[in-house]
């Protein structure tokens, strides 16, 4: 239930836009000083850390303390998010998208702690998530990718509307190495067409 870009969406932030950002069961909002707990419990997993490419294992507070303090790090076309849980408002993982370069594409990347896997709600946290980049920004074009041996990330992205690009190699941190990747994109004209469609039903 892990995807995660290029490697590098570690500097991406909050973009100022309406929050939360609300699905069926998960919200997206602003991580918060005392989600740091709920933060480092679920994201020391080596399963977590080896499906993306810079989360570090063992994940300290150190790591927490400065997750959310990039989260309130302001750029252009990014933003990073707490999903939680609408009944309890817990965090259960991030979500986040990043323009890389100034003039490269955004990428999306997301987690969930292994306890809220295989439920659906990492499909609801990403439709959200690129809802909030495409009527936020001027963005054209999201990417995404997953690890070869993830198909629970590569089933999120494509009932997210993303399409197969291609492969690549990415080193990931919690991996130990270069790991194989699909990678994936989402024009914004399919996605007005995906909404317009989910709407007429």
Known sequence: ?????????????RVAAPLPQEAVRVRLDKP????????V??????????????????????DGRALLAR???????????????????????????????ADGPVHVGYWLGEPFWGQGLATEAVHVLV?????????QELQGSCRV?????RRVLVKSGFQ?????????????GSVPIERYTLERGVWKSLKGWGQGR
Do not use: W
Not at 149 to 153: D, F, I, L
Not at 164 to 176: C, E, K, N, V
């Open 149 to 153: 041996t993830n198909p629970a990330s």
């Open 41 to 62: 419990y679920l994201a020391d997993n080596k399963t977590v850390a080896a499906n993306l490419a810079t989360m570090p294992y063992p994940f300290t507070k150190d």
């Open 164 to 176: 197969y690009r291609d492969q690549a190699m990415i080193r990931s941190l919690g991996a130990g």
């Open 1 to 13: 239930m892990v995807v995660e870009s290029d490697g590098r969406l570690d500097e991406s932030c």
């Open 32 to 39: 918060r000083p005392d989600d740091l707990a709920d933060l």
């Open 71 to 101: 989260a309130d790090l302001s750029r252009p076309e990014s933003a990073t998010f707490a999903i939680r849980l609408k009944t309890t408002g817990r965090l259960i993982g991030v979500a986040r998208y990043a323009n890389v370069d």
């Open 131 to 139: 809802d909030h980049a495409f009527t936020h920004n001027g963005i």
